[in-house]
């Protein structure tokens, strides 16, 4: 389903000049492939913490799960039920039946590119924005740090509203030393929360927190505030990414016309071979 080749993730240069990063030291000529996020993760465990944690960075590339744990949703509401009953995700339905936006190699949209085919991400702060790169498609956003406040009524009918973007609007600050705080609107309502095909309205806020526990370690947390869809704030996910020097990302892409050799060839035969 993915074409997957050799290769590393975009702006690497930018990505590495900045003081520290330029500091950190490892053997020469032997690159860590980000092949599997588990390995990785694994691996980076036995290096303990590296250290405490420089202020205001997180600077460089990070490996994570494939897939971080999500958390159960709240209840929804009514408007949130009825879009859920028209979605079919893999969880319950066969390829073939699904309609699940990756099944055309649709944007995984925000906050999902960060919940699902995740395994590596990285940054690269600018004079006013951070970059944040996904390896799964990718996907680069831009965080911005100037002071901008986010656009209001994103999707609405007045001259001046913006449109919702795959993903979304985003503005950053720090919280402190060493956590990294992004506030996000404006998702478009076609992409899912996650794999089983939970929904968001585009008045949806999500909340990013980015603390770096030590040199090594990374933890992320996402809140999601979509009062159309969910009765109550909720954390859908806290994992740990590790710091990878000298990283070899390759990619994980999904090719539209390879998806459609697979569901002509595989999925739609076998999906239908089921329904018998």
């Keep these: 389903m993915l074409n997957v080749t050799k290769g590393c993730i975009a702006l690497t240069g930018v990505l590495f000049l900045s003081s520290y990063a330029l500091s950190q030291t490892r053997q020469p000529n032997k690159p860590i492939r980000a092949d599997d996020g588990k390995t990785l993760v694994d691996q980076f465990n036995k290096n303990g913490t590296g250290g405490p944690a420089p202020r205001h960075d997180i600077t460089g590339f990070w490996a994570g799960p494939p897939s971080p744990k999500e958390n159960e949703v709240p209840p929804m509401t ?11 995700g893999h969880s319950q339905y066969s390829e073939a039946e699904s309609n699940d936006p990756m099944k055309f190699c ?24 951070m970059l944040q790169l996904s390896q799964f498609n990718r996907v680069w ?17 007045s001259a001046d509203a913006s449109d919702p973007r795959w993903y979304g609007y985003s503005v950053g600050r720090w919280d402190g030393d060493y956590s990294f705080v992004v506030d996000t609107v ?9 794999t089983a095909g939970h929904p968001h309205s ?30 109550k704030p909720f954390v859908i996910t806290t994992s ?20 459609q050799e697979y569901l002509s060839i595989i999925g739609d035969p076998a999906g239908e071979s089921s329904a018998k």
């Design 78 to 88: 009514a408007w949130g039920q009825e879009q859920f009953k028209t979605h079919k």
């Design 106 to 129: 649709d944007p995984l949209g925000f906050p999902r590119d960060m919940l699902y085919q995740t395994r590596g991400v990285a940054f690269a702060p600018m004079a006013d924005r």
């Design 141 to 157: 956003r831009e965080i911005w740090t100037d002071g901008r406040e986010l656009p209001k009524n994103v999707g609405g009918r």
């Design 186 to 194: 404006g998702s478009d309502d076609r992409s899912w929360l996650d």
């Design 202 to 231: 585009v008045d949806m806020r999500v909340q990013e927190r980015y603390t770096r526990l030590n040199h090594n370690t990374l933890e992320m947390t996402i809140t999601v505030d979509d009062p159309k869809a969910y009765t």
């Design 240 to 259: 740990q990414f590790k710091w990878i020097p000298n990283q070899e990302l390759r990619e994980e892409i999904c090719v539209p016309s390879v998806m």
